[in-house]
């Protein structure tokens, strides 16, 4: 993973990981994510995603972790992404409402959500929440529901 130097944008800060977030690779992501302590005017985190090649559920803790210390000085975190995986990721964990998804910093920025059926996501076909469960409790989605029925 390589990581861009924050840029201070008045009281938001912009961070850019690259390559993988996993486990390997947490430590390094949660101190981004968290930042130096010196700059406590900082209310707002954006984390921009797109160059994340791969991201699992230790990358979502990081997230979630900023989040709550972002929340607790009365600010936000918000994600800038178009990868399937990591709104994949997102929805499977519950987290979608939490971590809208924007498609630049700026609109991050601006908290102008982008919509998930947009088609730089794959469109509403990839996305769209398949009615029922699997036997699990769990929502199928999509093309994956195709194959769990058959």
Same mark, same amino acid.
């Given at each position: 993973?390589?990581?861009?130097?924050?840029?201070?944008?008045?009281q938001c800060?912009?961070?850019r990981?690259?390559?993988?977030?996993d486990?390997?690779?947490?430590?390094?992501?949660?101190?981004?994510?968290?930042?130096?302590d010196?700059?406590?005017?900082?209310?707002?985190?954006?984390?921009?995603?797109?160059?994340?090649s791969?991201?699992?559920?230790?990358?979502?803790?990081?997230? =979630?972790? #900023?989040? !709550?210390?972002y929340?607790?000085? &009365?600010?936000? /975190?918000r994600?800038?992404?178009?990868?399937? %995986?990591?709104?994949?990721l997102l929805?499977?964990?519950?987290?979608?409402e939490?971590?809208? =998804?924007y #498609?630049? !910093?700026?609109?991050?920025r601006? &908290?102008?959500? /982008?919509?998930?059926?947009?088609?730089?996501? %794959?469109?509403s076909s990839?996305?769209?929440?398949v009615?029922?469960?699997?036997?699990?409790g769990?929502? #199928?989605?999509?093309?994956?529901?195709?194959?769990?029925?058959?």
């Amino acid at each position: 993973m390589d990581i861009c130097d924050p840029v201070s944008l008045r009281q938001c800060r912009v961070v850019r990981a690259d390559g993988e977030l996993d486990l390997s690779t947490m430590v390094a992501f949660a101190a981004l994510l968290h930042g130096p302590d010196l700059v406590p005017k900082t209310l707002s985190l954006v984390v921009d995603l797109r160059p994340v090649s791969f991201m699992d559920s230790s990358g979502v803790h990081g997230l =979630r972790s #900023a989040q !709550t210390r972002y929340k607790d000085r &009365g600010g936000w /975190t918000r994600l800038v992404y178009h990868q399937r %995986g990591i709104h994949f990721l997102l929805w499977a964990m519950g987290l979608t409402e939490q971590f809208p =998804r924007y #498609a630049t !910093t700026l609109d991050a920025r601006l &908290g102008r959500i /982008t919509p998930a059926g947009s088609s730089s996501l %794959g469109g509403s076909s990839f996305l769209r929440p398949v009615s029922g469960t699997d036997g699990l409790g769990a929502r #199928a989605w999509g093309r994956i529901a195709d194959c769990v029925k058959a």
